[in-house]
């Protein structure tokens, strides 16, 4: 077992980076971010190391963590207690969840600390969460729990757009764009890795594009937000929020993510801070522009406050 040096952190990531990193692959597009928790362990004098759902013994309560070892420059695993901190970057999703629940209860049970406890969100409950806060309701595009061929077929009697969303899934997974044309003909598209669009000739075939899409997937129908567009790119804007030292709130930053060409989504995108992306791209005055984010952090603290309230806030 490698020296150890307290805390120990967990860092808690999908079973496809840990193949990537012992196979000494940095050709990836987390790769970056990874390397730089590993640069900042160093620099804190902590100990840090990745695993996956399949590194976790439930007997033993023991995990085959994969670290970066400095002396030969390479990623290399071994064996780990638990950590006093977990750090979650998205691993037991899918298949994965119900051991990933499991293992989490035994984290309870150490009383270990959690950094992004929750990786995921339901979609259809945070919609439903959110929409009885009065504050935030008027921002919410109007969605749907898909759960028969009706209700997709009334939503599109309304609206000329829709977006499937499955109500698990994030990083641009899992959306399917319709627009709706003349004679109930139909044209689709998605991202998976790459931009897929299509025609549906009819309701049926459109029927049957978004299940062997979606499989046995719950999603939700969700109204198209009007989105700023440079060219034929789709703009939105993503803030995050986060606690100090003390436990204040504090907005980290607000970026502006500018999507691909004909893109549905923004998750595979340019991103800019805010007031690069206003004064650049838009050529807004810094008088205008300050104003704006006077009510940008306005509106976010507002709607942490709502949400917290709401006991949605950890």
């Not at 190391?49 to 002396?71: E, H, L, P, Y």
């Not at 050529?283 to 952090?297: A, C, G, S």
């Amino acid at each position: 077992m490698v020296p150890l040096k307290r805390p120990i952190v967990g860092t808690f990531v999908s079973n496809s980076v840990i193949r990537r990193l012992n196979n000494q692959n940095y050709k990836f597009r987390s790769y970056e971010r990874i390397q730089e928790l590993a640069k900042a362990s160093v620099e804190a004098g902590v100990t840090l190391f990745f695993f996956s759902i399949k590194d976790f013994n439930f007997k033993k309560n023991v995990i085959v963590g994969t670290s970066f070892d400095i002396d030969s420059n390479q990623w290399k695993q071994d064996d780990f207690p638990l950590p006093d901190v977990l750090y979650h970057r998205g691993g037991g999703g899918g298949p994965n969840k119900f051991s990933a629940k499991q293992m989490e209860d035994i984290l309870d049970e150490h009383q270990v600390v959690k950094v992004n406890s929750q990786s995921y969100f339901d979609k259809w409950e945070v919609y439903r969460d959110l929409s009885q806060i009065n504050e935030v309701r008027k921002y919410l595009p109007y969605s749907v729990l898909y759960q028969r061929e009706h209700d997709l077929r009334k939503f599109l009697l309304r609206n000329n757009e829709a977006y499937l969303k499955g109500v698990r899934g994030g990083r641009g997974k899992w959306i399917f764009r319709i627009q709706r044309k003349p004679n109930w003909k139909f044209e689709y598209s998605y991202y998976l890795n790459k931009m897929y669009t299509g025609q549906a000739e009819s309701w049926q075939d459109l029927i049957q594009e978004i299940y062997r899409f979606f499989g046995d997937r719950e999603f939700i129908i969700q109204k198209g937000i009007d989105l700023i567009k440079i060219k034929d790119r789709r703009v939105d804007f993503r803030a995050e929020l986060q606690r100090d030292g003390e436990g204040k709130i504090n907005i980290i930053g607000v970026c502006a993510r500018i999507g691909e060409s004909q893109s549905p989504i923004t998750i595979h995108s340019s991103a800019y801070p805010i007031e690069t992306f206003f004064k650049e791209f838009l050529n807004w005055p810094d008088n205008v522009l300050e104003k704006l984010m006077e009510r940008v952090h306005q509106f976010l603290l507002c709607a942490w406050q709502r949400i917290s309230l709401m006991g949605a806030s950890p």
